[in-house]
């Protein structure tokens, strides 16, 4: 495990695929930064919400900053495989749904 902040931040292979956590938790830097930058929600929410001292929230935010470029390009990285993950094994649920409809479509027409 590598310690980033000594207190808040730590960076362990066996957790979350080695992304920057606060300390103890698996709650990621980037999920604070997307609550708080993309969600609006405020540190002290975020805080209050996973129990979180206030500190170690923002020293989330103050990695994320130093380290915005590489967190980024992962986070991009992630959504792009998730993508690609989603297409090559379509849903189940989604087909049945889609079935579903279909015949609904169908006894409805005169």
Request: net charge neutral; charged share 30%.
């Amino acid at each position: 495990m590598q310690a980033v902040s000594r207190e808040h931040i730590e960076i362990s292979s066996d957790v979350r695929a080695g992304k920057p956590c606060i300390t103890g938790t698996r709650i990621a830097v980037e999920d604070v930064a997307v609550m708080h930058l993309k969600m609006g929600y405020s540190l002290i929410e975020i805080a209050g919400k996973y129990d979180l001292s206030l500190a170690s929230v923002y020293a989330a935010m103050a990695y994320y900053f130093d380290h915005r470029h590489e967190i980024d390009r992962r986070m991009v990285e992630d959504e792009e495989s998730i993508r690609a993950l989603q297409q090559s094994h379509p849903s189940r649920l989604e087909a049945k749904l889609r079935l579903k409809r279909s015949e609904r479509s169908h006894s409805l027409s005169p």
